[in-house]
């Protein structure tokens, strides 16, 4: 099995996307290698040499199709739209749907009838409450 030496600093970024305690570095390499063949749609690594050794750059989707969305565990949204509106992490896409849902489908209570997401319209009353995505609009 061949050796490579990680300078600290990609060491360092590795670490970042780890699950503590659970992943090693090949795991996290692993994981990116996935996620990578997954979005420019290549299997295994002989795709990604046959690309290198013709001079092609890899393509990397800036969309998902619905129908085949690869897992997001462990992905971070650096910025997104939804609907035309801009969403710069999970929570405020997370939030852009559902208010688009809400627009969509007129009321927060459709909405709640097809979504697993614990919905609040407008402030909530208690600490316990609190733990959910509030919808600002009128029902």
């Known amino acids: 099995m061949p050796a490579i030496v990680i300078p600290d ?6 670490q970042k996307l780890a699950v503590p305690l659970v992943d090693t570095p090949v795991t996290v390499i692993e994981r990116l290698l996935s996620s990578y063949e997954a ?3 290549q299997a295994g690594t002989a ?6 050794r013709e001079g092609r750059k890899p393509q990397l989707q800036s969309e998902l199709d619905p129908r085949t969305v690869p897992s997001l565990k462990h992905t971070r949204i650096l910025a997104a739209e ?17 208010m688009e849902a809400v627009r969509r489908l007129g ?3 459709a909405v709640r ?3 697993t997401a614990k919905l609040i319209l407008g402030r ?7 733990a959910g995505y509030r919808v600002r609009c009128r029902d």
Do not use: C, M, P, Y
């Open 9 to 14: 600093s990609l060491f360092a970024r590795l």
């Open 107 to 109: 009321s927060v209570e």
């Open 124 to 130: 909530a009353s208690s600490e316990r409450a609190k």
């Open 82 to 98: 939804f609907a035309g509106r801009k969403a710069d992490g999970w929570n405020s896409l997370v939030h852009v749907a559902h």
């Open 113 to 115: 009838r097809i979504s």
């Open 47 to 52: 795709a990604g040499q046959t690309e290198r």
């Open 39 to 41: 979005q420019t749609g």
